[in-house]
T-cell receptor, first 113, second 114 residues
């Protein structure tokens, strides 16, 4: 199993551009999550999904959108990039509802200039 | 929101030394987690604690769930270079409709000098 994979690894965006961060897991997990990590801070939850077709907001959803058309994929969309969205983005998945063991991808580093 | 306060923010130690870090909260938790983030990677679960007073070990790591349910500590014995990374205490919102959402502390950055 590859686990949780994320693409791209690094991206530079200009203010106002849009992009999609890709996340795929091959563990057949129902639960998937998107976090952002700012320098010197812990991870903050952006959006999560409990299964295909079901998504909900986390702690910091503004400026982002998600979709979950399949169990495997959970892309994160930035429509109008802003400097405040410069961060490292992590996707995670878990199998059981309420499971403390979330499996994280390697992250996508995004710089908005 | 409920905050987790970790201390120290960073530590610089020599290989072979023991390490201790802790985490406090103003709220009572039912589950304490400790995750580690290696440089350039995503976090990985180290230890999960479920009962007040519980002491759990994982190799050279030992963690305890405070009696008041508002704090936890993590100890690392005989540190080695691969212990380098960021250690997060994490609250699990497991149960009900929480869907396993995690709340992270700000982390303790550990540097180990050979």
């Amino acid at each position: 199993n590859a686990g949780v994979t994320q693409t791209p690894k690094f991206r530079i965006l200009k203010i106002g551009q849009s992009m999609t961060l890709q996340c795929t897991q091959d563990m057949n997990h129902n639960y998937m999550y998107w976090y952002r990590q700012d320098p010197g801070m812990g991870l903050k939850l952006i959006y999560y999904s409990v299964g295909a077709g079901i998504t909900d907001k986390g702690e910091v959803p503004n400026g982002y959108n998600v979709s979950r058309s399949t169990t495997e994929d959970f892309p994160l969309r930035l429509e109008l990039a802003a400097p405040s969205q410069t961060s490292v983005y992590f996707c995670a998945s878990s199998y059981l509802e309420g499971s403390e063991t979330q499996y994280f991808g390697p992250g996508t580093r995004l710089l908005v200039l | 929101g409920q905050q987790l306060n970790q201390s120290p923010q960073s530590m610089f130690i020599q290989e072979g030394e023991d390490v201790s870090m802790n985490c406090t909260s103003s709220s009572i938790f039912n589950t304490w987690l400790w995750y580690k983030q290696d440089p350039g990677e995503g976090p990985v679960l180290l230890i999960a604690l479920y009962k007040a007073g519980e002491l759990t070990s994982n190799g050279r790591l030992t963690a305890q769930f405070g009696i008041t349910r508002k704090d936890s500590f993590l100890n690392i014995s005989a540190s080695i270079p691969s212990d380098v990374g960021i250690y997060f205490c994490v609250r699990s919102n497991a149960g009900g409709t929480s869907y396993g959402k995690l709340t992270f502390g700000q982390g303790t950055i550990l540097t180990v000098h050979p």
